[in-house]
Structure formats: structure tokens, C-alpha cells
């Protein structure tokens, strides 16, 4: 089968370790954690302490919840307006002409959601590190320790908006379509309502699909399974051919399996950016389980 129409979007630990002293390139941390609270679904653990035992030299700490989400809003980790997004790259020293490349010490779709997020603001030189933080460490890579240094302010604007977040009614009438493919990425126990966290009502948007995004990771060396088994895992489920409108609990997860469709050469991908956290609580939204 043929490997990836867009390779540019993920990066190995060989090449950001020749280019960590490049001043275009600018590299973000953006480990967080979710802490299951059975009250409130789960408590958002930003993953300061663990960038301050250990990060990727001359990385820079991301606070997803708080640096590139919207924090006015009442469901958590929602799209920024342009302008907050801008404002919070040209804090980081990203420009326009700035290679960033996101990892995360924690699931890898902490580093897809934000560079999701720069696609989605019209910003194409961004790369996921595959194998994140733990492969660069076990390979005995350049770390430090601390609160890390900050970068002079970039020059970042917003080139456009592709409007590639879904929304309630978007994803309402995908249900029943055939054209369109709800590509669900939380495990199999919550696609199914069997267990796992739930966000209200448990189960799937009634009639999608479940690729795991934990199943797009090889276990064992935490980095992306070959383009031909991926490219398998999403062609079983019909997300290779039709639309696809990924989700999760909130929008994060569901941005890994768009990073690897968009890398399989995949155009029309978009992701409900309120997921479940909004449609598992709406009584008069279809949901099933089993």
C-alpha cells in the first residue's frame, strides 16, 4: 500500500534533535492530563510539573486548556477566535514562516489537538513528534529541567480559517447519512457505552463509526503505526471515501485520527469540536450503545 500523501505532518527524533538550535523552528510541549471525576466527567491537569522535570531542550510549555483554548466558553478545550489563537503563537515566538512541531509526554493527542489548531488557522509548517517525549528520552536526547525559557515575540497572523470544527447541527444531519462518516475516536468501551469515562449519556452519536485513537499507536514504541495499517484500520470503517466528521469526548483525541486521515492524503475532514460534552448531555440527541 502507499505511505503517507503527507509525511510533512509528523516529524522523527532524528531530525528535530539536527534542528533543535534553529531559530525558525519553535517547539511546544503540550502535555495534559485527565483525571477521571465521576462528578464531572473528569478534573483538566495542565502537565506543568512534569515539562518542569523534564522536556525536550528548548521546548516550551503549551497549557492547551488555557494557552490555546477558549476559556470564556462553558464546554472546555473549544476553538479560540483567530485573534486569541494568533496572540497566543506570537507569545510562544511562532511566526508565519515557523516551523512548530508539538509532542506531548502523555497521549499523543494532546500534540495532534494543537497542531490541528494551527491547521486550522491557516498554518501548514507544523508537525506532530512521533514517539513524543518518551521516545526522544528513552533515545537519551538533550532534556532539561525547570520552568524553561520563553522565545522574543513572533510575528504570527492568520493567514485564513478553514472552518474545520463541526458543529451540533453539522453533525445532527450527518445522522442517517450514508455520504458522511461519524468516525468516533474514544476506546471500544465508550463507543459501545460499555465503560470508560462517559460524558453524560453513555455510547456513540447514533449511527458512527470507532477507531480508537489509542488504536492508531504502537504500544510498545508510542509511535504511529505504519501508513499501510492505518490506512487498513480507517478503510475498514469507510473513513477513507466519504466526509468524515471525527469526535471524542471533547474535541482532543478525535484530532489524532484527523492528523493521520489528513496525512493519508484525506481532504474533507472535520472535527465536532464539542463532542460528546455537548451531545451526550442534549436529551434530544440520538445516541446508542451496544
Given at each position: 500500500m502507499p505511505g503517507f500523501v503527507h509525511p510533512e505532518f509528523l516529524v522523527e527524533t532524528d531530525w528535530l534533535a539536527e534542528h533543535l538550535n534553529d531559530p525558525n523552528?519553535?517547539?511546544?510541549?503540550?502535555?495534559?492530563?485527565?483525571?477521571?471525576?465521576?462528578?464531572?466527567?473528569?478534573?483538566?491537569?495542565?502537565?506543568?510539573?512534569?515539562?518542569?522535570?523534564?522536556?525536550?531542550?528548548?521546548?516550551?510549555?503549551?497549557?492547551?486548556s488555557r494557552d490555546v483554548s477558549d476559556s470564556a466558553q462553558t464546554l472546555r478545550f473549544m476553538r479560540q477566535k483567530p485573534e486569541d489563537f494568533a496572540a497566543a503563537m506570537r507569545r510562544f515566538g511562532v511566526s508565519n514562516s515557523t516551523r512548530v512541531i508539538t509532542y506531548s509526554t502523555a497521549?499523543?493527542?494532546?500534540?495532534?489537538?494543537?497542531?490541528?489548531?494551527?491547521?486550522?488557522?491557516?498554518?501548514?509548517?507544523?508537525?506532530?513528534?512521533?514517539?513524543?517525549?518518551?521516545?526522544?528520552?528513552?533515545?537519551?536526547?538533550?532534556?532539561?529541567?525547570?520552568?524553561?525559557?520563553?522565545?522574543?515575540?513572533?510575528?504570527?497572523?492568520?493567514?485564513?480559517?478553514?472552518?474545520?470544527?463541526?458543529?451540533?447541527?453539522?453533525?445532527?444531519?450527518?445522522?442517517?447519512?450514508?455520504?458522511?462518516c461519524t468516525l468516533n475516536a474514544l476506546l471500544e468501551a465508550q463507543h459501545k457505552g460499555s465503560g470508560g469515562n462517559a460524558y453524560g449519556r453513555p455510547g456513540r452519536i447514533a449511527g458512527s463509526v470507532n477507531v480508537p485513537a489509542a488504536s492508531l499507536v504502537d504500544p510498545e514504541t508510542n509511535t504511529f503505526l505504519p501508513p499501510d495499517e492505518l490506512r487498513k484500520r480507517l478503510g475498514a470503517v469507510g473513513a477513507l471515501d466519504r466526509p468524515v466528521i471525527a469526535y471524542c469526548g471533547g474535541g482532543i483525541a478525535a484530532s489524532a485520527d484527523a492528523l493521520i486521515l489528513t496525512m493519508l492524503g484525506h481532504t474533507n475532514v472535520k472535527i465536532y469540536d464539542a463532542s460528546l460534552s455537548e451531545w451526550a448531555k442534549d436529551e434530544s440527541l440520538p445516541m446508542e450503545v451496544g
Open positions: 523552528v519553535v517547539v511546544l510541549d503540550c502535555t495534559t492530563h485527565l483525571i477521571p471525576d465521576p462528578k464531572i466527567t473528569y478534573t483538566v491537569k495542565p502537565g506543568r510539573e512534569d515539562y518542569e522535570k523534564g522536556h525536550i531542550a528548548g521546548a516550551q510549555f503549551c497549557d492547551v497521549n499523543a493527542w494532546w500534540a495532534t489537538r494543537v497542531w490541528w489548531l494551527l491547521r486550522e488557522f491557516g498554518h501548514d509548517n507544523a508537525a506532530v513528534l512521533n514517539g513524543g517525549y518518551q521516545k526522544w528520552s528513552r533515545e537519551n536526547r538533550p532534556i532539561e529541567t525547570g520552568v524553561g525559557k520563553g522565545r522574543p515575540a513572533g510575528m504570527f497572523t492568520v493567514t485564513q480559517v478553514r472552518n474545520l470544527m463541526a458543529d451540533k447541527q453539522e453533525v445532527k444531519a450527518a445522522v442517517g447519512n450514508p455520504g458522511i
